[in-house]
């Protein structure tokens, strides 16, 4: 079965600081996506950046891109220029592509507190 | 687009009675639909999923004639949680795949919170 890590229970930097989150998986498949949701105080899931395994590029979204190392089973998210509205949990998931297994798993969670 | 609800957003009962969660998408057509439980500060556990005009698939451990999914059609589906207990306070939180589109697209909705007293 897969598995999701995410080590950082929580995590606090200043305003406009860069920040990175770490996840590392477990998965015996070889084509899969990662993904980072985010979860403010309002409990909304909201999708923050999408990987696909097949893709050795890194994903950006604006502010927010990954490191996918995929040999190393890696998935770290970095947040640049850091704003008071990152302040969140966010939570690490990993996607199959196998029959059966296409449901989300989801790491434990870092707690991100962006200060003023 | 591709936007998700719950009804009702929060709810509290007495223990013994029963409670229904309804879980609509509200612009597209949802083949799958996903049922998870968020204790505070714990994660996303997902409890079951459900395909429109078919039996849902619970995950291990998750009592399926208590937490009871009806996917009636293509932008409804319903956790019925019966006889609750305390211990069944929790936050739940639904979310839809589409009719068409990319199979890894998932869209939430914006959760449940149940007291049982």
Redesign the interface.
């Known amino acids: 079965a897969q598995t999701v890590t995410q080590s950082q229970p929580e995590m606090s930097v200043q305003e406009a600081e860069t920040v990175t989150l770490s996840c590392t998986y477990d998965t015996s498949e070889n084509n899969y996506?990662l993904f980072w949701y985010k979860q403010p105080p309002?409990?909304?899931?909201?999708l923050v950046i999408?990987q696909e395994a097949y893709k050795q590029q890194n994903a950006t979204e604006n502010r927010f891109s990954v490191n996918f190392q995929k040999a190393a089973k890696s998935f770290s998210l970095k947040i640049s220029d850091s704003q008071l509205g990152d302040t969140a949990m966010y939570?690490c998931a990993f996607?199959g592509r196998l029959q059966g297994a296409?449901?989300?798993?989801?790491?434990?969670?870092t707690?991100l507190t962006i200060n003023p | 687009g591709a936007v998700v609800s719950q009804h009702p957003s929060w709810v509290i009962c007495k223990s013994g009675t029963s409670v229904k969660i309804e879980c609509r998408s509200l612009d597209f057509q949802a083949t799958t639909m996903?049922w998870y439980r968020?204790f505070p500060?714990?994660?996303?556990?997902?409890m079951a999923?459900s395909n429109e005009g078919s039996k849902a698939t619970y995950e291990q451990g998750v009592e399926k004639d208590k937490f009871l999914i009806n996917h009636a059609s293509l932008t409804l589906s319903t956790l019925t949680v019966t006889s609750a207990h305390p211990e069944d306070s929790s936050?739940y939180?639904c979310?839809a795949r589409r009719l068409s589109g990319p199979?890894?697209e998932?869209y939430?909705g914006?959760?449940t919170r149940l007291t049982v007293t």
């Open positions: 996506y309002s409990r909304q899931m909201i999408r939570f996607r296409q449901k989300l798993v989801f790491g434990q969670g707690r | 996903f968020q500060k714990q994660s996303l556990m997902l999923t936050f939180i979310s199979s890894y998932q939430f914006p959760g």
